[in-house]
């Protein structure tokens, strides 16, 4: 265990304030577990917070959710767990255990709920302190720079195996190229839905990727119609479901009048703004399923790392760039410069 921790800290609100400092490696007591961080995948979330444009985060607060590592220290109630597994773990730091959410293992709902890089310290530090019952142990076989995809995966799979449930003979629009749209794309191709990927055309790169990855049709919407796309590829009947990985006011209008009468459209990507205006008279009159996803929940993890494990995941071609934690500056520019696919921290790279 190295004697100095550092990490990546949202100072206060606002753009930017943000410092890489020296912190005190904590104690692992009660169910508590510490872990020797290895990568962080860099989320969408963690840009709108260093933009000041999230207002989840509590400040200061190292930040990171999505990531792998070793157990290096256990707390004296922790039983499921020992040091030198590796492991990743879901993003729940606290919960109250008492509402209905809770009862169910419903977490991601708890009006009390802490999370990891948001209200409680992250993965983009030496090491990050995580709750026993939300830890799982890695296949042997699965890589720590795969394990730091579950998270990610995880949310994707809460939204299309647990909200949507997608099923086989589906035709879906998935809009947004991005990391979570691509995530999409392969979960969808291993269930075998028909998938229309919609982008612009600075998405041009990522398009191509997608279609490599087994996307059925792929649209630039500012010079493709895709109204005429799905039209001609569902015989005019419309999607059965639209899932929005772009957090795109315009996107999301486009894609509402396309989905079939009855069908759902699923918000997976976060708006930069609370209050967007959207076009409700089609999920009106369609009878529209408008479902909001929110992260993920216990039930998700089995599934994204059995996905991870058996390579239904192209981990190779979703990690696109890899940095020190020293060198997080750099990582969150080039992430936002939109030219990478996921950019992932090193935390120790000397232990991994």
């Given amino acids: 265990m190295t004697k100095k921790m550092y990490g990546v800290s949202k100072q206060r609100p606002g753009y930017d304030n943000m410092e890489f400092i020296e912190l005190t490696i904590p104690e692992a007591t009660e169910d508590k577990v510490l872990i020797e961080v290895a990568y962080t995948g860099i989320c969408g979330s963690d840009i709108h917070t260093y933009k000041g444009e999230y207002n989840n985060p509590t400040t200061p607060v190292v930040l990171g959710h999505e990531f792998s590592g070793k157990v290096v220290a256990i707390g004296q109630k922790v039983t499921s767990v020992k040091i030198g597994d590796r492991v990743t773990s879901e993003t729940t730091f606290y919960v109250c255990n008492k509402c209905e ?14 999370g990891l890089g948001t209200q409680q310290n992250g993965s983009m530090a030496n090491y990050v302190l995580a709750r026993e019952e939300s830890i799982h142990i890695l296949p042997d076989s699965l890589s720590y720079e795969g394990a730091a995809m579950s998270e990610p995966l995880a949310c994707c ?9 997608l099923e086989l003979q589906d035709t879906i629009i998935i809009m947004g190229p991005g990391p979570i749209g691509l995530f999409l794309l392969q979960i969808a191709k291993e269930i075998g839905a028909t998938v229309i990927m919609t982008g612009i055309t600075k998405d041009a790169h990522r398009l191509e990727l997608a279609k490599s990855m087994g996307a059925d049709v792929v649209v630039d919407t500012l010079t493709d ?4 796309v799905v039209q001609k590829v569902t015989h005019g009947r419309g999607v059965d479901k639209v899932y929005d990985a772009s957090g795109a006011v315009l996107a999301v209008n486009e894609g509402l009048p396309l989905i079939r009468k009855k069908g759902q459209f699923i918000q997976v990507g976060l708006f930069s703004s609370k209050v967007v205006d959207i076009d409700t008279e089609s999920i009106i009159q369609r009878e529209i399923e408008y479902i909001g996803s929110r992260s993920q929940n216990p039930y998700d993890w089995p599934i994204a790392i059995h996905l991870l494990d058996k390579g239904a995941i192209d981990i190779n071609r979703m990690i696109t760039k890899v940095y020190p934690l020293e060198k997080w500056h750099t990582a969150f520019e080039k992430v936002m410069e939109g030219n990478e696919i996921k950019v992932i921290i090193a935390s120790n790279p000397e232990d991994f």
């Fill in 101 to 114: 959410y809770c009862k169910n293992k419903q977490y991601n709902l708890c009006p009390y709920r802490k």
């Fill in 157 to 165: 799979v809460h939204a299309m195996y647990q909200l949507s449930r």
């Fill in 225 to 228: 119609d895709l109204a005429a």
